[in-house]
């Protein structure tokens, strides 16, 4: 069975820093595209980042270039989200979801519950 669970969220100031972890099983890890999606209230569900490490590829939407870092830890099952330099409009939820194809991807074959960031202003 394919989990994927979320951390790290909450609530921080403008220009803050927020660390969100993804730990995934049950599908071979290096093999998959691992995103982050954030979604907001109101706005359309964004594809923030992906990673891909069989491919050694990453991706990052331009409205995070610059200030999120995504990562892997193979030997954890684990992708990171390292998020400096917070904005408000960053603030939503978070979903780690996973597929097989490579990044970019519009679509997930998996997804995680979400964590949820809050950046006060």
């Known amino acids: 069975e394919v989990q994927l669970v979320e951390s790290g969220g909450g609530l921080v100031q403008a220009g803050g820093s927020l660390k969100l972890s993804c730990a995934a099983s049950?599908?071979?890890?290096?093999?998959?595209?691992i995103g982050w999606i954030r979604q907001a209230p109101g706005k359309e569900r964004e594809g923030v980042s992906c990673?891909?490490?069989?491919?050694?590829?990453?991706y990052y939407a331009d409205s995070v270039k610059g200030r999120f870092t995504i990562s892997s830890d193979n030997a954890k099952n684990t992708v990171y989200l390292q998020m400096n330099s917070l904005k408000p409009e960053d603030s939503g939820f978070y979903y780690c979801?996973?597929?097989?194809?490579?990044?970019?991807?519009?679509?997930?074959?998996?997804w995680g519950r979400g964590t949820h960031v809050t950046v006060s202003s």
């Open positions: 049950g599908f071979t890890f290096d093999d998959y595209a």
């Open positions: 990673i891909k490490s069989s491919a050694g590829s990453t």
């Open positions: 979801a996973a597929d097989p194809r490579s990044c970019p991807l519009l679509g997930y074959d998996y």
